[in-house]
């Protein structure tokens, strides 16, 4: 019997360590439900009589440091600037991984996604520049270019087994590429002005952390400490600190010290070790023995994740049920003292609301059609032209990257109301007009939705 579900045991080790997307679309899914319901409960805070707390609650000014390094900022830019890096970090992290396994691990592969990523986020900057241009409003050009992939995904799960896994895979792979040019924009566009002193510390440690990565170095604790004081340095650079948790994944180590061999090995060498106890005589040293094999067989499976799987299978949870869900608690709340119409028909909301839902099916269907008929990416297997541009409508569902981006570029000013306004009208829209087209794709009836 210890035998079985130690085999067990590694079974689900190795189709974890092998089968990485599944993990992630399972998790990003179930995430989207709990992102809207903090993004209801923020909203109806802030319309509420008690709307005045919820400003106060989230300037409320915290502090921490040593000696005379004290760092002071409101809770919400802690979040903002703190937890989300840890949010990048796993960005990076996927991004990392997407590059060197996954759907962008090859040309041929990479080139559907990344193509109908740059249609999706340059046709939306260019529709948001037309309605704001010659306003100080045009600075929040990358607000329309992001996609959510927890709120994407979420949707397309409504759908069930209807929509074929490459579906799903495509969706990730450009919101992905998404997240690239987030970060990108990010650094080149919405930073303050440079403190080259911080920089150079920035600089300096990425430096430790490549060459502990070259040198074989696998300790999580290294890389974490390090990771720590490369955030503080960004922190203080005026390049914004997010950027550091996708350049501190970039050299998270993607191998593992124990190769597969060395995984058998270990691990029958455990095993044959329990099949020598004789079962029929169970004592209490023997169930120790036991015991402690199964641990020591724990400890090899461990030992076979890279560093980048452990970084990634540790945070992502924390990262989809906390962070996101208290990200969208303290930046979704928005009071409407006009009607939605008004407020629709202010440039900003306007050129969000066209650009996301309108730029995003244009950029990508267009941008994906030129690719495949140009023959430099092909269509995945079991997805149709009507999938495309289905998932075009989700790519319109901005939402969480959206908001963060809206907060650089317009800080607490009324034009980040505005922006609010024009988000969540353009990811509600997107997201049914997505589940609608895609509940057609092979026929099905729209009425009874799931």
Known sequence: MVRERTVRQINRVVQAVANPIQEFLKLQSASGILLFAFTVAAIAWSNSRWSHNYE??????????????????????????GLMTVFFLVVGLEIKREILIGELSSFRKAMLPVVAAVGGMAVPALIYVGFTRGTPAVSGWGIPMATDIAFSLGVLTLLGKRVPIQLKIFLTAFAIVDDIGAVIVIALFYASSIVWGHLAIAGFVLILLVCANWLGVRHLLLYTVLGVIL?????????????????????IPARSNLDKLGFLKKSHSILEHLEGDNPRHVSSDSEERDQSSVRDLGQVNEDFKSPLQRFEHALHPWVIFVIMPLFAFANAGVRFEVGLGSLMANSVPLGLFLGLVLGKQIGITLFSWVAVKSRIASLPSSVTWRDIYGVAWLGGIGFTMSLFIAGLAFGDGPLMGESKVGIYAASLVSGVGGLLTLRRRAGLPTKNLP
Request: proline share 0%; net charge negative; no cysteine.
């Open 56 to 81: 106060e609650w989230w300037h409320t000014t915290v502090s921490f440091g040593f000696g005379t390094f004290i760092f002071s900022k409101s809770l919400l830019h802690w979040i903002n600037d």
């Open 231 to 251: 955030w503080l340095a960004f922190l203080g650079s005026g390049i914004h600190a997010t950027v550091a948790g996708v350049l501190f994944a970039m050299t």
